[in-house]
């Protein structure tokens, strides 16, 4: 059964910052905690400057590099190094806060202003190479959390179902796109599951 919720409220370019949207990321860190015995590992591979940044038990990531965060790179380079560590024999990501740019506008946006070139492999589902890496390094019953203008997430062909959909529908302004969020949880598929 998936959760399903709506919400209006006022949305910026960082929703980690909205109340409604921290209590969910709040509550699927301590889920994350008390699954783990507190040894759990969560990952932000776009994470700005997030309040993650802050947390132990988070690696974070954003190409800014006036970001203070473990890893200034690509999303792909940032998670091949976690796929990397993970062969290594150090803890997979439990927890994933997937939050890139929605559009091809936001992505030249955010490279404009940084002053990088945007470059024509990066416009053409740039984020799947990350997600395929990522999707593999996680255990059954870690989370993947997305935002964006679709649900589409990490889905299921990388091992993952929907358990929360939550709408944000922007309060100052109805004619914007509605911020989506969702929740993904890793499960054990069978071989019957790929032959669909």
């Given at each position: ?17 909205n109340p409604h949207i921290r209590r969910i ?147 100052a302004r109805e004619d914007r796109y509605a911020l989506l969020v969702t929740i993904e ?12």
């Amino acid at each position: 059964m998936i959760v399903m919720d709506y919400k209006k409220t006022n949305i910026t370019n960082t929703p980690y910052d909205n109340p409604h949207i921290r209590r969910i990321l709040d509550k699927e860190i301590d889920r994350m905690m008390w699954k783990t015995q507190g040894a759990g590992v969560g990952i932000d591979g776009f994470a700005r400057e997030s309040f993650v940044n802050d947390l132990e038990c988070f690696i974070t990531n954003d190409l800014n590099p006036e970001f203070n965060c473990d890893y200034n790179l690509e999303w792909k380079d940032f998670a091949k190094i976690i796929e990397e560590r993970t062969l290594q024999g150090f803890r997979p990501p439990d927890l994933v806060f997937f939050d890139p740019p929605y559009s091809l506008r936001q992505l030249k946006d955010h490279y404009d202003g940084i002053g990088k070139d945007l470059e024509l492999w990066q416009t053409h589902n740039m984020w799947k190479t990350g997600k395929d890496a990522i999707a593999k390094t996680m255990p059954v019953g870690s989370r993947v959390v997305s935002f964006g203008w679709t649900t589409s997430g990490f889905g299921h062909k990388r091992g993952f179902e929907k358990v929360a959909i939550y709408v944000f529908e922007q309060a100052a302004r109805e004619d914007r796109y509605a911020l989506l969020v969702t929740i993904e949880e890793k499960v054990q598929h069978t071989l019957q599951d790929f032959n669909e």
